[in-house]
T-cell receptor, first 115, second 114 residues
Framework: DAGVIQSPRHEVTEMGQEVTLRCKPI?????LFWYRQTMMRGLELLIY????????DSGMPEDRFSAKMPNASFSTLKIQPSEPRDSAVYFC?????????????FGEGSRLTVL | AQSVTQLGSHVSVSEGALVLLRCNYS??????LFWYVQYPNQGLQLLLK??????LVKGINGFEAEFKKSETSFHLTKPSAHMSDAAEYFC????????????FGSGTRLSIRP
């Protein structure tokens, strides 16, 4: 079975440009999560969806970040405009049901570098 | 608020030696606790989890962890380290009413010496 698929794996862009990261969760999973990983702050939960509905976006840094899940098999995380401090590895994860008793399945991540 | 603290950002052991990675948690309600492993250039994968059943939890690859309420700890151990265990390990906490909000620790990088 295919795991969580993220694209692009690597993105280098210049400050001010729009960045869109994409995620395809595992088929049948109804919860999807976006995490950001940096050396300084570790792994941070940005937002999560349940049945395509955003449940908690309190971790989204600021209005420059937005996330959508138009259907059960696709989600995007957009940064507009991007800044150098957004450089990080962004992970998408999915699970069936509740993550607190189940298992999160992570993608391989999208490494973003903003110059 | 919940949190986890991982003691030691980097641990190095010899191949065949005991692995001990430390995690202490803070939670005002009974916690659910997890250990995840991250190999280079990969996402995290679940090693084991504690969700209020047996306090000694066995996971994949020979790892286990023991929930000790009196010490607020959930340390990860493996009797004999293999070279393939070199990775970053994350302790995480959640609880029954937080639905899907899982808080991760800062991680411990495990190195194995030949």
């Amino acid at each position: 079975d295919a795991g969580v698929i993220q694209s692009p794996r690597h993105e280098v862009t210049e400050m001010g440009q729009e960045v869109t990261l994409r995620c395809k969760p595992i088929s049948g999973h109804n919860s999807l999560f976006w995490y950001r990983q940096t050396m300084m702050r570790g792994l941070e939960l940005l937002i999560y969806f349940n049945n395509n509905v955003p449940i908690d976006d309190s971790g989204m840094p600021e209005d420059r970040f937005s996330a959508k899940m138009p259907n059960a098999s696709f989600s995007t995380l957009k940064i507009q405009p991007s800044e150098p401090r957004d450089s990080a590895v962004y992970f998408c994860a999915s699970t069936m049901g509740l993550a607190n008793t189940g298992e999160l399945f992570f993608g391989e991540g999208s490494r973003l570098t903003v110059l | 608020a919940q949190s986890v603290t991982q003691l030691g950002s980097h641990v190095s052991v010899s191949e065949g030696a005991l692995v001990l990675l430390r995690c202490n948690y803070s939670s005002s309600v009974p916690p659910y606790l997890f250990w995840y492993v991250q190999y280079p250039n990969q996402g995290l994968q679940l090693l084991l989890k504690y969700t209020s059943a047996a306090t000694l939890v066995k996971g994949i690859n020979g790892f286990e962890a023991e929930f000790k309420k009196s010490e607020t700890s959930f340390h990860l151990t493996k009797p004999s380290a293999h070279m393939s265990d070199a990775a970053e390990y994350f302790c995480a906490v959640s609880h029954y009413s937080s639905a899907s909000k899982i808080i991760f620790g800062s991680g411990t990088r495990l190195s194995i010496r030949p």
